[in-house]
């Protein structure tokens, strides 16, 4: 657990936050600004900074935490037609909670362009 951050403080419990989904990896829980119907934040029980923290040692976990990602859809429901992952990296990436998460976003049809500002 890193100090003072967030997502730790979420996964321990130390925090509130709107359950959706948990197992051994991962817990998931909606986002407190959701920029889309559903938005629900993916995060490793582990702390990693960010994606660019990954190394070989965490092969396990970031399987797992992918795999997850559809078990979370089916747990929210209603995203059989699909749904947006997008994972933030750094500053420059857009990132504000420095623990590695995924955004599973859906609820809405998102454009083919994908990025927008
Ligand atoms: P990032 O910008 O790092 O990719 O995403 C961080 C996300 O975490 C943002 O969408 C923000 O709204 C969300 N967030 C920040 N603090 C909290 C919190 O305390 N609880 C929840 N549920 N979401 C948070
Ligand atoms: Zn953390």
């Given amino acids: 657990m890193a100090e ?3 997502f730790c403080r979420i996964v321990a419990g130390e925090l509130p936050a709107s359950m959706v989904y948990e197992d051994e990896t991962v817990v998931a829980f909606k986002d407190i600004r959701p920029q889309a119907p559903v938005h629900v ?3 490793p029980r582990e702390h ?6 990954l ?3 965490h092969a396990e976990m970031a399987g ?3 795999l997850a990602v559809e078990k979370v ?3 929210v429901g209603g995203l059989e037609e699909g749904y ?10 857009g990132q504000t909670v420095p623990h590695l998460h995924l955004h599973l976003l ?8 994908m990025v927008r500002d």
């Fill in 41 to 43: 934040l993916v995060v």
């Fill in 4 to 6: 003072n951050c967030i």
């Fill in 84 to 93: 947006r992952v997008i994972i933030n990296c750094g500053e420059a990436g």
């Fill in 55 to 57: 190394d070989d040692s």
């Fill in 106 to 113: 859906g609820g809405r049809r998102f454009s083919e362009g």
């Fill in 48 to 53: 990693v900074d960010s994606i660019a923290h």
């Fill in 64 to 66: 797992k935490t992918i």
């Fill in 73 to 75: 859809a089916r747990a």
